[in-house]
């Protein structure tokens, strides 16, 4: 995967790898490309140095779905409750070419106030 995508990933490994000894084999393979930011460094903004790394032609993205199950996810923690991000219409016509939905895993801790 990493040669279609001219880029290598972040991490990966094969089905059936075992992490340490006694725990189960994975049950698929993954392939991850990882972009860390942290504030004031916006969502959007990291996904669009993400989408920047890989191609953006429609027909390389459907050879891609009907081989692989492709996601595209963060992890966005954040030190209160009220905050928000927006998503700008050219990063998501971006996304919309990838093929993939957007999740999110939001992890709220305790204000410094």
Do not use: C
């Not at 891609?64 to 928000?84: D, E």
Request: aromatic share 10%; proline share 6%; charged share 25%.
């Amino acid at each position: 995967m990493a040669a279609s995508l001219s880029v290598a990933p972040t991490s990966a490994h094969q089905k059936g790898f075992v992490r340490k000894p006694g725990s189960r084999p994975a049950p698929h393979g993954v392939w991850l490309l990882r972009v860390d930011g942290r504030a004031p460094a916006e969502p959007d903004e990291l996904l669009r140095k993400l989408l920047a790394r890989v191609p953006g032609d429609t027909a390389f993205w459907a050879r891609m779905r009907a081989r692989y199950q492709v996601r595209l996810g963060f992890a966005i923690h954040t030190g209160g409750w009220n905050r928000g991000f927006d998503l700008g219409a050219d990063v998501m016509r971006r996304v919309d070419v990838v093929g993939a939905g957007l999740g999110f895993d939001l992890y709220f801790h305790a204000d410094e106030t």
